[in-house]
């Protein structure tokens, strides 16, 4: 999401959870001509590998740090290797991304590779897959919320216009009345600096589901089951969200010194997160076995410090991606009212609109795993994984050679996880199949 005057490495150090060219994404939505998105200046990023690196990790850490035990759980033990399949796969997707780029330069978003490959359409598929996205993991950061403030204050509840709000709910709807004056905010550049602490707020989570285990008497004794057929799809589907960084990988190419260094860039930050991943899900299995929650902090002890300190990380670093995140889906959204978007108060009705439908959600669907994982199957796998290795047979179709076998096993592999995953996940949502909350 770039700024004007601004290149895009600052631009991306400020926001590392966007895309860098959100004003191509409304175009796009809002149907407006081709000819801004035909003719571009690319300017040359400045970025270190380090500061590239840094980057990269912060993109893929996330709420799917939380989530990954339960989906250990969900799957058994024999589903771990299709977490690392998934890497592989995600990662393959990545390269495909960078070498769609270097065929043709004038590419710097994840909406311009789509529009490469098949046109106006592709554009707009790309630009509302990401937006969808973006929507929905921010819901579930509401139900995070919920859930983690319900399990520190069990008895919370508040009367409102003769209504009874008690428990989860409560939290929910004051959460987002506490957020919804960020969104409001033109300039949320503060927000993103706080945003980029998401590498450390994963350590911190690591770090501290380990000391429960190792020193709060929880400790790693459960044998967990070795798999579990039904709880696949789920596991997979989990497993895909922890990867749905690919969007802003064209603004980590872009920002960088030495554009040549980025496969080691994207090597790097998907060794060190699916370490990470795989990590904590095999010693939340081990601590919890199939009593997991869909959130490894509903698990843990309250009265420990240790806990606490994991549980309060979980709070705030939802809260300060909230508004960075919803920014593209609230301006895609304003574009679609060309008269009125650039009105202050009409921005203000509109993200406050969108912010009372996450509510609506969040309060109707109130289950992270199964939300999340309809996310990453439907979402985040077509995004990463398939759109990437479809764009790019089109783009170098002359010059796939011997590698098209293999894309068309990662699409298919893909297409077959949205497909159980999505189907498994609606069944799960719509039928209440869910651990209690």
Known sequence: MEGEGESSASVYVRQPLLEN??????????????????????????ASFAKTLFNGLNALSGVGILSVPFALASGGWLSLPLLFAIALAAFYAGLLIKRCMEVDPSITSFPDIGERAFGNVGRTVVSV??????????????????????NLFPEMNFSAFGLEVEGRKSFVIIVALLITPSVWLSNISVLSYISATGVLASVVIIVSVVWVGAFDGVGFHNKGELLNWSGIPTAVSLYGFCYCAHPIFPTLYHSMKKRHNFSRV?????????????????????????????????????????????????????????????????SATESWFPNYHKKRSFKILIRTALVASQVIIALTVPFFGHLISLVGAFLSITASIT???????????????????????????????????????????????VLPY
Do not use: W
């Open 21 to 46: 060219d959100l004003q191509d994404d409304i175009n796009a939505l809002s149907g407006e001509g081709e000819s801004s998105a035909s003719v571009k200046f690319v300017q040359e990023g400045d």
């Open 266 to 330: 994207l090597l790097l930050c998907f060794v060190c997160m699916t370490i990470s991943y795989a990590s904590i899900a095999i010693l939340g299995y081990l601590m919890f076995g199939s009593k997991l929650d869909a959130e490894i902090t509903l698990n843990l002890p309250i009265g420990k410090l240790s806990s606490k300190v994991a549980i309060y990380t979980t709070l705030v670093s939802p809260l300060s991606k909230y508004a960075l995140m919803l920014e593209p889906v609230a």
């Open 129 to 150: 897959f990401m937006c969808a996205e973006l929507y929905f993991v921010v819901t579930g950061f509401l139900i995070i919320e919920g859930d983690n403030l319900h």
């Open 387 to 433: 759109i990437p290795c479809l764009c790019f047979l089109k783009i170098s179709s002359s010059s796939v050679g011997s590698e098209r076998s293999i894309i068309i096993a990662i699409i298919v592999f893909s297409i077959l996880i949205a497909i159980f995953g999505t189907y498994t996940s609606l069944v799960h949502l719509i039928h209440g199949n």
